[in-house]
């Protein structure tokens, strides 16, 4: 069974500084996805990814497949960037179902 | 396109009572999950439908049917509302195609309390 590992936990940053967010995971899988969730809001994908890196914006996404890990970076962090981000996992057994990990709480102070 | 839409937003209910969450999607995707979200806990997945016709216990599925409608609609209900199905509610759709391709759309959540 696939667990899906996330740290820190909660994490607090000045405006302007660079994020990092990692994820860990147990087994193979063939994806892996990004999510945010603002505080009362809805969860938005942010990215999904099964190699190399991506780029939205000011978010960047790495995947390591050896090394079974992934990063999400935030450069110039703004106090809208504050919100729950949630690594999660296709594959290691099942294609159809996600794993979750447990979530990162950012909050950036202006 | 609405996208992946859910009704009731709030809810409270007694102990005991019975409720239907309603979910539907309107971009044509085959698979269609319930998730329950807890502090602490994360996201953790409730049933879920592979396909139209098609239906799955995931994780939590204890005390909750679900009901695949058609491609559209996908419902989930308590027959006996307990205090420990508190929790906010997320309906998600994901398109059948490449695996790689396997993006997922989730609905803006209900809130349940059940006292």
């Known amino acids: 069974k696939n667990e899906v590992e996330q740290s820190p936990q909660n994490l607090t940053a000045q405006e302007g500084e660079f994020i990092t967010i990692n994820c860990s995971y147990s087994v193979g899988i063939s994806a892996l996805h990004w999510l945010q969730q603002h505080p009362g809001g809805g969860i938005v994908s942010l990215f999904m990814?099964?190699?190399g890196k991506k780029k939205h914006g000011r978010l960047i996404a790495t995947i390591n497949i050896q090394e079974k890990h992934s990063s999400l970076h935030i450069t110039a962090s703004h106090p809208r960037d504050s919100a729950v981000y949630i690594c999660a996992t296709t594959g290691g057994g099942s294609n159809y179902k996600l794993t979750f990990g447990k979530g990162t709480l950012l909050t950036v102070n202006p | 396109n609405a996208g992946v839409t859910q009704t009731p937003k709030f809810q409270v209910l007694k102990t005991g009572q019975s409720m239907t969450l309603q979910c539907a999607q309107d971009?044509?995707?085959?698979?269609m999950y319930w998730y329950r979200q807890d502090p602490g806990m994360g996201l953790r997945l409730i049933y879920y439908s592979a396909s139209e016709g098609t239906t799955d216990k995931g994780e939590v599925p204890n005390g909750y049917n679900v009901s695949r409608l058609n491609k559209r609609e996908f419902s989930l209900r308590l027959e006996s509302a307990a205090p420990s199905q508190t929790s906010v509610y997320f309906c998600a759709s994901r398109s059948r195609g490449q695996v790689f391709t396997y993006e997922q759309y989730f609905g803006p959540g209900t809130r349940l309390t059940v006292t």
């Open positions: 990814l099964s190699s």
């Open positions: 971009m044509n995707h085959n698979s």
